[in-house]
T-cell receptor
């Protein structure tokens, strides 16, 4: 079965420090990859996505992610975080053979400290 | 531009009661989805509708039913609520092609006591 694993459930980080959120997926078929962010008491909004082409994808709010096919990973990074980046981040995968349905990881809660 | 709108935002039910969560989108999307979010488990797909007139089970369909009323609206019904259905429910929609961004509503907080 296809699955998505986010290796860290919580990541505390100081303001202006870099952050990396790890995501690995298991699949034997081609995939599309997404990162969503959820601010407290809100729905999810798209940060970035990888469909094809360059493996380094840039998103909103200074985030970027790199697709590594050999390691089946799609880690999210930001070089300098702000207090406003405190949120929960979800990695998600859709498998090309399975249409639009997204399979989500368990989420990583980022707490930015002053 | 409302996007995806869900109602109600909060609801408390007693075990065995029924209720319907309503969802509407104004983006002319073909596909609509219902997810539930539980701590540490991310979002899990309950049901989806690839296009008007079709519905299919997702990962966790037991205890739920859905209706794709028209292209805009996709409702989720709990016929006999159970405490295990206490969760945050999200409706979402997108265009049919794989890889298209899915847009989410703001969520419905449901507590079953």
């Amino acid at each position: 079965a296809q699955s998505v694993t986010q290796l860290d459930s919580q990541v505390p980080v100081f303001e202006e420090a870099p952050v990396e959120l790890r995501c690995n997926y298991s699949s034997s078929v081609s995939v599309y990859l997404f990162w969503y962010v959820q601010y407290p008491n809100q729905g999810l909004q798209l940060l970035l996505k990888y469909l094809s082409g360059s493996t380094l994808v840039k998103g909103i709010n200074g985030f970027e992610a790199e697709f590594n096919k050999s390691q089946t990973s799609f880690h999210l990074r930001k070089p300098s975080v702000h207090i406003s980046d405190t949120a929960e981040y979800f990695c998600a995968v859709s498998f090309k053979a399975a249409g639009n349905k997204l399979t989500f990881g368990g989420g990583t809660r980022v707490l930015v400290k002053p | 531009n409302a996007g995806v709108t869900q109602t109600p935002k909060f609801q408390v039910l007693k075990t065995g009661q029924s209720m319907t969560l309503q969802c509407a989108q104004d983006m002319n999307h073909n596909s609509m989805y219902w997810y539930r979010q539980d701590p540490g488990m991310g979002l899990r797909l309950i049901y989806y509708s690839a296009s008007e007139g079709t519905t299919d089970k997702g990962e966790v369909p037991n205890g739920y039913n859905v209706s794709r009323l028209n292209k805009r609206e996709f409702s989720l019904r709990l016929e006999s609520a159970a405490p295990s259905q206490t969760s945050v429910y999200f409706c979402a929609s997108n265009f049919a092609d794989s890889g298209n961004t899915i847009y989410f509503g703001e969520g419905s907080w449901l507590t079953v006591v």
